[in-house]
C-alpha cells in the first residue's frame, strides 16, 4: 500500500506552502487539507496571476488532480461559495475534482459572531484571532454541539441549525454587545449552502486509504504552522487545530503507519502575525526591513506580519514534533540585500544554555544567543541549481542542514512557480 506525503509549516505559519504544494502536486494523484479553516491564506502565483485560497486545497490548479477537504477542516459556506466564484473566473474546472468529507465541521454565523466578541472582551488580552469563526467551531465539535457537511441532507437539519444558533445567542449575552448583521449572515449562509451541495460529498476515511490501496499518490495538506498547534504551540496564543504531523491522521482518517515523506517548510527568516511570544523579533528597522522585502502582510486578514531571524532551536522542535524527513527553504531571497545575517542558535532561560523550547514560552525570559553569517548581495532571480547559489547563500544553508539534522531538498527563490531549486 502507498504512503501518504505530508507537507506542513515548521513556525508560525505564512510559510508559503502553498507554492511548494502547487509545484509537488503534479507527482499526485490527490491533495488532502487535513485541518484548520479559512483562516489560512495559502497564496500561489504562476502565468502571471496570484491566486490566494482559503480552504480549498493547493493542488486545485493541476488538472485532473483530486483535491479533497479532510474532516478535520472547519467550512464556512460563505467564504468557500466566494472562493469558488473566484475559481469560475479564472476557469478552473473544478466541480468534478473538489470532494468535501461528510465529516469536516460547518462554520454558523453565529460562530464568527462569538469569536468577534470573545476577542473584544478580551482587550489587551487579545489572543490575535483572525475573527472567522474557527475556534467556536471547534470548541462545538469538542463540545458535541457541532454540525457538519453530512447534516445538510438531515431532514430535521434546519432544527439542528436552530437549536446550536439558540445556544450561541445565549452565550453571546455574557459579552459585551458587539455590531452584528444575523439576519443578512444568515441570508448568504442559506444561500452558500446551494454551492456546497454541487460538490460531490464522500466518507473520507474510506475514500483515502481505498485510494491508497489503489496505488494512489496522495499528498497531506496542512495549515497555519506547527507553532501554532493547540498542544505543542505557543499556548494560549495557537490555533484550535492540531498542526502537526499528528493531525493527518485523525484530520483524514488514516492510520500512522501510513505516514511517508515528511516534508516541512520554514521561511528563511521568522515571522507571526497576532499576539503571542516571538524569541527572535525584531521590532526595529531590520524587522521593517524584512516585513518590506517580503511583502510581509497577512493573505487572509492584511495585517502586518512581525518579522525576526530565523530561529534554529525552534525549528529543531517543530522538525522533532513532526518526523520531517525533508527541509524546504522558502524566501531565501528576502535576505538578497542584507550585508550579515543572524542566526538564533540557543537559548538562556532558568539560568542554563539549552536548545530546547520552555514550557510557557510566553512567561519565561530569555536570552538568545545568535551568530552572525554573511550575506551575499546579489540577486538569486536565475539561479536554477543549489551549486550556482553564491557561496555565501550555500555556506548559510550547509550549516542549517548540520544544526537541524534534515537536509533542504527545495530553495524557493521567489514567489513565482518557476523560481524553485530542487536538489
Known sequence: MKKIDVILGLQWGDEGKGKIVDYLAADYDIVARFQGGPNAGHTLKFGGNKYVLHTVPSGIFRENLINLIGNGVVL????FQRELRSLEQSNVQFHSRLLVSRKAHLILPTHRWLDAASEAHKGKAKIGSTLKGIGPTYMDKTGRNGLRVGDIAAPNFQAQYNALKNKHLELLKIYPAIDFDLETAEQAWFESLDTLRALPFVDGEYYLNDA???GKKILA??????MLDIDFGTYPF???SNTITAGVCTGLGVAPQRIGRVIGITKAYCTRVGGGPFPTEQDNETGEQLRQLG???GSTTGRPRRCGWIDLPQLRYTILLNGVTELCMT??????????LQVATMYRYDGVETSNMPFDLCNTPMEIRYETYPGWATELDDVKTFDALPAPARNFISDL???LGVPFTMISTGPEREKLIVR
Not at 221 to 226: D, I, L, M, N, Y
Not at 331 to 340: A, C, G, P, R, Y
Open 238 to 240: 495557537v490555533t484550535s
Open 295 to 297: 511583502m510581509e502582510f
Open 212 to 214: 491508497l490501496a489503489a
Open 401 to 403: 542542514e548540520k544544526y
Open 76 to 79: 464556512d459556506p460563505v467564504v
Open 331 to 340: 524566501k531565501i531571497d528576502v535576505l538578497n540585500t542584507f550585508s550579515e
Open 221 to 226: 495538506e496542512g495549515a497555519q504552522g506547527s
